[in-house]
Nanobody
Framework: QVHLVESGGGLVQAGGSLRLSCGGSGSSFNTLTLGWFRQAPGEDREFVAGLSRGDEREFYADSVKTRFSISRVGTKNTVNLQMNSLYPEDTAVYYC?????????????????WGQGTQVTVSS
């Protein structure tokens, strides 16, 4: 079993930056594919960024790939999402997730474990 807890959300002006963190517990955390998703009001949950199990390859949604960066914090059970040049349309609840899939899973049903989410609001 893997338990995920997000932190770092908040209110920021357009053009600003935020860093989200996801702390994971469970012996398998560091062997899983890790991902960040987001969900805006009235919208489906969408993939944002991921870190593949095994080769630690980063992969991103096109809308964020030049602005966001996902990384694992050393040997700690933590994965960060650095978000720069934020737009009002980045406003959403951001979720950390973990998957047993190899490669670049981008669908919500490919992820087995989810955090509770953290709100990110970008003002114009």
């Amino acid at each position: 079993q893997v338990h995920l807890v997000e932190s770092g959300g908040g209110l920021v002006q357009a053009g600003g930056s935020l860093r989200l963190s996801c702390g994971g517990s469970g012996s398998s955390f560091n062997t899983l594919t890790l991902g960040w998703f987001r969900q805006a009001p009235g919208e489906d949950r969408e993939f944002v960024a991921g870190l593949s199990r095994g080769d630690e390859r980063e992969f991103y949604a096109d809308s964020v790939k030049t602005r966001f960066s996902i990384s694992r914090v050393g040997t700690k059970n933590t994965v960060n999402l650095q978000m720069n040049s934020l737009y009002p349309e980045d406003t959403a609840v951001y979720y950390c997730a973990a998957s047993t899939f190899w490669g670049e899973p981008r669908e919500t049903d490919q992820y087995d474990y989810w955090g509770q989410g953290t709100q990110v609001t970008v003002s114009s």
